[in-house]
């Protein structure tokens, strides 16, 4: 192709935008409209997905050992529990360490625990974290069996609950946001049908001619193109900037809490990335598709 | 060179268009293609810009088989064949020069070759002075000259046309046969399918009659031969 060819593709993509202004300005608010709605479930989605994640991050088994244990055991338990292949990490813990942890933890009713200071009834620890949080059950009830691993804590029940309940949020947010995206192309495509409807003359009269079905898809690739990223912008533009007002006010809010927002950047430059390039791709599918059917191939 | 031998034709439907032809046409010849109507004229000359695909039988121009041609050669056959219709095929939003420019555009000449061949044609069909009205704005037998410079702007070795006057009054039918003549003198091949009979009658050249999808009469200096 050369270069004359293709500054004709372009030029004629955008003159047919302006010829057909109506149906230009039908896809893009059909782009937009979808693209509006897949924004703000992404956003959405991001960050439960974020905030699962770290609640996620902070499960970890607690191994007590047995009060019997020598240094030598103490160091067998370890490599054992380190020979598992799911397991991320090993910290020991003494009991003299985890008293200070509890006395800390209750802040000033904590000094009645010093008592125990003498007489230290805890035992020492190991704390494991799993590469995957979801590992966890399978990972301690592996420990359980080990000799000098007394007793095995990682919040038996309530773990299991919580791994149940972020997997059903990620995939019901995973299937609205498929199911979305199917609409949105579905939309696009039958309003870029009818553009093309319109200009079936123009195909024809192409191919009579002598043009190559790749020359007459050319400035209808690039007009779908055009129509997707134009219609993209608007929800690039009204989802960040809710999302960054939303930030603002929540962020000092949630400071203490274990619910944490993402941060505004680099999450912008993503969602406005993965937005621009589904309104890219939806545009230039439902182009190609509708003019598929007047191209003999 | 047109060559078809037994070319049969038979629509999805059911319909037979063409039952066994057999027709030699030689480079620069203008034939008539006449038959009442559904007798399978545009069938016939569909066949010759690869619109259809014969059912079987084959269709040799310039030693290509069309029969045979690969859907992704086919642009490139239609880049030696200029094809004129009743209805023009213009493109209402394009001025004359931009309709005509549009054939080469689309085959990729470059810009400055385009320039000069479109105001060549035009200039053949008398229509250099109207090169920037819009097609709504001409006259039946002024978009019909737009659509035969279109055709012939790549300089084609053969102009098919499917009814050309058809939609056209007595006098302005004979501004358009007068340039296909003058298109036939410079060398180029025309096939047109025709009903006019008194343009048949009084330019006399070769006549190939259809009927039920067979040719019934080949005369090098016919008629029209229907009383309809």
Same mark, same amino acid.
């Given at each position: 192709?050369?270069?004359?060819?293709?500054?004709?593709?372009?030029?004629?993509?955008?003159?047919?935008?302006?010829?057909?202004?109506?149906?230009?300005?039908?896809?893009?608010?059909?782009?937009?409209?979808?693209?509006?709605?897949?924004?703000?479930?992404?956003?959405?989605?991001?960050?439960?997905?974020?905030?699962?994640?770290?609640?996620?991050?902070?499960?970890?088994?607690?191994?007590?050992?047995?009060?019997?244990?020598?240094?030598?055991?103490?160091?067998?338990?370890?490599?054992?529990?380190?020979?598992?292949?799911?397991?991320?990490?090993?910290?020991?813990?003494?009991?003299?360490?985890?008293?200070?942890?509890?006395?800390?933890?209750?802040?000033?009713?904590?000094?009645?625990?010093?008592?125990?200071?003498?007489?230290?009834?805890?035992?020492?620890?190991?704390?494991?974290?799993?590469?995957?949080?979801?590992?966890?059950?399978?990972?301690?009830?592996?420990?359980?069996?080990?000799?000098?691993?007394?007793?095995?804590? $990682?919040?038996?029940?309530?773990?299991?609950?919580?791994?149940?309940?972020?997997?059903?949020?990620?995939?019901?947010?995973?299937?609205?946001?498929?199911?979305?995206?199917?609409?949105?192309?579905?939309?696009?495509?039958?309003?870029?049908?009818?553009?093309?409807?319109?200009?079936?003359?123009?195909?024809?009269?192409?191919?009579?001619?002598?043009?190559?079905?790749?020359?007459?898809?050319?400035?209808?690739?690039?007009?779908?193109?055009?129509?997707?990223?134009?219609?993209?912008?608007?929800?690039?533009?009204?989802?960040?900037?809710? $999302?960054? $007002?939303?930030?603002?006010?929540?962020?000092?809010?949630?400071?203490?809490?274990?619910?944490?927002?993402?941060?505004?950047?680099?999450?912008?430059?993503?969602?406005?990335?993965?937005?621009?390039?589904?309104?890219?791709?939806?545009?230039?599918?439902?182009?190609?598709?509708?003019?598929?059917?007047?191209?003999?191939? | 060179?047109?060559?078809?031998?037994?070319?049969?034709?038979?629509?999805?439907?059911?319909?037979?268009?063409?039952?066994?032809?057999?027709?030699?046409?030689?480079?620069?010849?203008?034939?008539?293609?006449?038959?009442?109507?559904?007798?399978?004229?545009?069938?016939?000359?569909?066949?010759?810009?690869?619109?259809?695909?014969?059912?079987?039988?084959?269709?040799?121009?310039?030693?290509?088989?069309?029969?045979?041609?690969?859907?992704?050669?086919?642009?490139?056959?239609?880049?030696?064949?200029?094809?004129?219709?009743?209805?023009?095929?213009?493109?209402?939003?394009?001025?004359?020069?931009?309709?005509?420019?549009?054939?080469?555009?689309?085959?990729?000449?470059?810009?400055?070759?385009?320039?000069?061949?479109?105001?060549?044609?035009?200039?053949?069909?008398?229509?250099?002075?109207?090169?920037?009205?819009?097609?709504?704005?001409?006259?039946?037998?002024?978009?019909?000259?737009?659509?035969?410079?279109?055709?012939?702007?790549?300089?084609?070795?053969?102009?098919?046309?499917?009814?050309?006057?058809?939609?056209?009054?007595?006098?302005?039918?004979?501004?358009?046969?007068?340039?296909?003549?003058?298109?036939?003198?410079?060398?180029?091949?025309?096939?047109?399918?025709?009903?006019?009979?008194?343009?048949?009658?009084?330019?006399?050249?070769?006549?190939?009659?259809?009927?039920?999808?067979?040719?019934?009469?080949?005369?090098?200096?016919?008629?029209?031969?229907?009383?309809?």
């Amino acid at each position: 192709m050369t270069f004359n060819t293709l500054k004709r593709h372009f030029r004629e993509s955008f003159k047919n935008l302006g010829r057909n202004g109506w149906m230009t300005f039908a896809s893009i608010s059909a782009v937009t409209v979808t693209l509006l709605l897949v924004g703000v479930f992404l956003v959405v989605m991001l960050n439960i997905q974020h905030f699962t994640k770290q609640v996620e991050k902070d499960v970890e088994i607690r191994v007590h050992i047995d009060l019997t244990a020598t240094d030598a055991d103490k160091e067998a338990l370890r490599k054992q529990i380190e020979a598992i292949p799911e397991v991320g990490s090993v910290t020991y813990s003494s009991k003299d360490e985890e008293l200070q942890k509890l006395i800390k933890s209750f802040g000033e009713e904590g000094s009645s625990f010093k008592l125990f200071e003498q007489d230290n009834p805890l035992s020492d620890v190991f704390i494991v974290k799993t590469k995957e949080p979801t590992d966890t059950v399978k990972v301690a009830k592996k420990i359980e069996k080990f000799k000098f691993a007394d007793k095995v804590k $990682y919040g038996q029940g309530q773990i299991e609950k919580l791994f149940a309940t972020t997997k059903v949020i990620r995939n019901i947010g995973l299937g609205l946001i498929i199911g979305l995206l199917f609409t949105a192309m579905f939309l696009i495509s039958n309003t870029i049908k009818i553009t093309i409807f319109a200009r079936r003359r123009e195909i024809e009269i192409m191919r009579l001619v002598g043009a190559t079905n790749g020359f007459i898809r050319w400035p209808f690739f690039l007009e779908g193109l055009w129509l997707g990223v134009l219609g993209a912008l608007l929800p690039i533009t009204v989802v960040l900037s809710a $999302y960054s $007002y939303v930030f603002d006010l929540l962020h000092p809010k949630l400071e203490n809490t274990f619910v944490q927002l993402l941060p505004f950047y680099p999450f912008a430059w993503q969602i406005g990335g993965v937005l621009l390039l589904l309104g890219a791709c939806i545009g230039i599918w439902g182009s190609m598709m509708s003019v598929h059917r007047f191209l003999k191939v | 060179m047109i060559e078809m031998q037994d070319v049969y034709k038979t629509y999805p439907n059911g319909v037979v268009a063409l039952n066994g032809i057999s027709v030699r046409i030689k480079q620069g010849e203008f034939v008539y293609v006449v038959g009442p109507s559904g007798a399978g004229k545009s069938t016939f000359v569909k066949m010759m810009y690869r619109e259809e695909k014969p059912t079987s039988g084959s269709i040799m121009i310039n030693g290509v088989n069309l029969a045979k041609l690969k859907e992704s050669k086919v642009p490139l056959l239609r880049r030696n064949i200029g094809v004129v219709f009743q209805d023009f095929k213009l493109l209402p939003k394009l001025t004359v020069y931009e309709n005509v420019a549009f054939a080469l555009e689309v085959i990729e000449e470059s810009p400055k070759n385009i320039k000069k061949r479109v105001m060549e044609v035009l200039d053949l069909v008398r229509l250099k002075h109207k090169a920037r009205f819009y097609p709504d704005e001409l006259s039946g037998g002024e978009q019909q000259r737009v659509s035969i410079a279109r055709s012939i702007v790549n300089s084609p070795a053969i102009v098919i046309a499917d009814e050309p006057t058809g939609n056209l009054d007595p006098d302005t039918s004979w501004e358009i046969m007068d340039i296909f003549e003058r298109i036939n003198e410079r060398g180029t091949t025309i096939v047109m399918a025709t009903h006019n009979r008194e343009i048949v009658n009084t330019i006399r050249k070769r006549v190939i009659a259809i009927e039920r999808g067979k040719i019934v009469r080949d005369e090098v200096r016919g008629e029209y031969g229907y009383d309809v």
